[in-house]
């Protein structure tokens, strides 16, 4: 079975600074997405990021770029020039590319900003 | 273009009564997955459909159930409910269901 694991629960960083959020998973298919969601206080989730397993070069977008490594079954969130409405809880998310299209989360991770 | 749209965004039950929850996805899109979120369980799939047609059902019992509609709007019902049934239900929507899914804003159920 695969699995998510955010292993912050929580982490803080200074506005204009640079934060890493961690998350390792468990699966052996090949095919597979991986996502980073956002979820502020209006409990939307937000989707941040995108990673595609066959591809190699990590994904980014804007301010937030991902550390994507396939073998070690890594996938961080780094978060440059951090900004106040960036606080929320994020999780990693899971996907395989085949059959179902159910997401595995993880436990998630609170960021604090500080200003 | 309009997000995904749940309602109500809160509503109180009793234990035993059932509800029906709505969700309204992003026009054109015809996969609609619900998820279950609470704070010691997390985040768990329930049930995703596509086309009126169920995909794929999570492990949740029997008094879970959705439906699609030929409009792509979804509900998902849960009958004789329970305290622990207490969570934030979210909706999800995709063109296919490949690649990512739009979250709504959850409806918040509290079961007393």
């Known amino acids: 079975a695969q699995t998510v694991t955010q292993s912050q629960p929580e982490m803080s960083v200074q506005e204009a600074e640079t934060v890493t959020l961690s998350c390792t998973y468990d699966?052996?298919?090949?095919?597979?997405?991986l996502f980073w969601y956002k979820q502020p206080p209006s409990r939307q989730m937000i989707l941040v990021i995108r990673?595609?397993?066959?591809?190699?070069q990590n994904a980014t977008e804007n301010r937030f770029s991902v550390n994507f490594q396939k073998a070690a079954k890594s996938f961080s969130l780094k978060i440059s020039d951090s900004q106040l409405g960036d606080a929320a809880m994020y999780f990693c998310?899971?996907?395989?590319?085949?059959?179902?299209?159910?997401?595995?989360f993880g436990t998630g991770t609170r960021l604090k900003v500080l200003a | 273009k309009a997000g995904v749209t749940q309602t109500p965004r809160y509503l109180i039950k009793t234990r035993g009564q059932q509800v029906t929850l709505s969700c309204s996805p992003i026009?054109?899109?015809?996969?609609v997955s619900w998820y279950q979120q609470t704070p010691g369980q997390g985040l768990q799939f329930l049930f995703e459909?596509?086309?009126?047609?169920?995909?794929n059902k999570g492990n949740f019992p029997g008094r879970f159930s959705g439906r699609q509609f030929s409009n792509s709007r979804s509900e998902m019902n849960v009958s004789t409910l329970e305290l622990g049934d207490s969570a934030l239900y979210l909706c999800?929507?995709?063109?296919?269901?490949?690649?990512?899914?739009?979250f709504g804003s959850g409806t918040r159920l509290t079961v007393v």
């Open positions: 459909y596509f086309s009126e047609t169920q995909r």
């Open positions: 026009s054109g899109h015809r996969s």
């Open positions: 699966t052996s298919e090949s095919d597979y997405y």
């Open positions: 990673q595609e397993a066959y591809k190699q």
């Open positions: 998310a899971y996907r395989k590319n085949s059959g179902t299209y159910k997401y595995i």
């Open positions: 999800a929507s995709s063109p296919t269901g490949v690649g990512g899914y739009t």
